[in-house]
Antibody
Framework: QVHLVESGGGVVQPGSSLRLSCTAS????????IHWVRQAPGKGLEWVAV????????YYADSVKGRFTISRDNSKNTVYLQMNSLGPEDTGVYYC????????????????WGQGTLVTVSS | DIQLTQSPSFLSPSVGDRVTITCRAS??????LAWFQQKPGKAPRLLIY???TLQTGVPSRFSGSGSGTEFTLTVSRLQPEDFATYYC?????????FGGGTKVQIK
């Protein structure tokens, strides 16, 4: 069955960097885009970024553009989220999610999600 | 960016009730809306995609409808396990955006 595991979260100071990983199993990884979605404590969901199945295209939320970079290594079934210049507003649980559509150039629909990794930005 | 406004923000129905949640978009879009259910401490679960298509494994009491700028999620007969927070999400234009959520709490 589809399984996604996020890792790399932790407590960091404002201005720091952190790299999250999302390792997948149970499906043909290089056929599907992967999204990152975050949730601040007690708040709603915020879509963050997506990378297409082949890694050739990426899309970002305005709030993270220029600070975060999404990438993937299909040989390792892993997607990364490099987060730079972190601020308190970046605190939250970060989920990765598999796209529902096979080899779609414009990804849509997050059908399977990991359990999330917590990022806390605090001095 | 497309803004999604959900209403109501909070609902307190009884088991067996019919529940309707609305998601209004800041511009017209068809075929690009999804609905999610989230329980405390858990990851979201995809219920509906492409406005009205039921995700595999989701009970048929859930349905989605709408067009243009107004979309609805309906639960025909609320079950105890349906008490959760519901979100809409659009993929019409990137960046994708979520609605603010509707918390459905048992009466």
């Amino acid at each position: 069955q589809v399984h996604l595991v996020e890792s790399g979260g932790g407590v960091v100071q404002p201005g720091s960097s952190l790299r999250l990983s999302c390792t997948a199993s149970g499906f043909t990884f290089n056929n599907f885009a992967i999204h990152w979605v975050r949730q601040a404590p007690g708040k709603g969901l915020e879509w963050v970024a997506v990378v297409t199945y082949d890694g050739n295209n990426e899309y970002y939320a305005d709030s993270v553009k220029g600070r975060f970079t999404i990438s993937r290594d299909n040989s390792k079934n892993t997607v990364y989220l490099q987060m730079n210049s972190l601020g308190p507003e970046d605190t939250g649980v970060y989920y990765c999610a598999k796209d529902r559509s096979l080899k779609r150039e414009i990804p849509m629909w997050c059908d399977f999600w990991g359990q999330g990794t917590l990022v806390t930005v605090s001095s | 960016d497309i803004q999604l406004t959900q209403s109501p923000s909070f609902l307190s129905p009884s088991v067996g009730d019919r529940v309707t949640i609305t998601c209004r978009a800041s511009q017209a879009m068809n075929g690009y809306l999804a609905w999610f259910q989230q329980k405390p401490g858990k990851a979201p679960r995809l219920l509906i995609y492409a406005d009205s298509t039921l995700q595999t494994g989701v009970p048929s009491r859930f349905s989605g409808s709408g067009s243009g700028t107004e979309f609805t999620l309906t639960v025909s007969r609320l079950q105890p396990e349906d008490f959760a927070t519901y979100y809409c999400q659009q993929f019409y234009i990137y960046p994708s955006t979520f609605g603010g959520g509707t918390k459905v709490q048992i009466k």
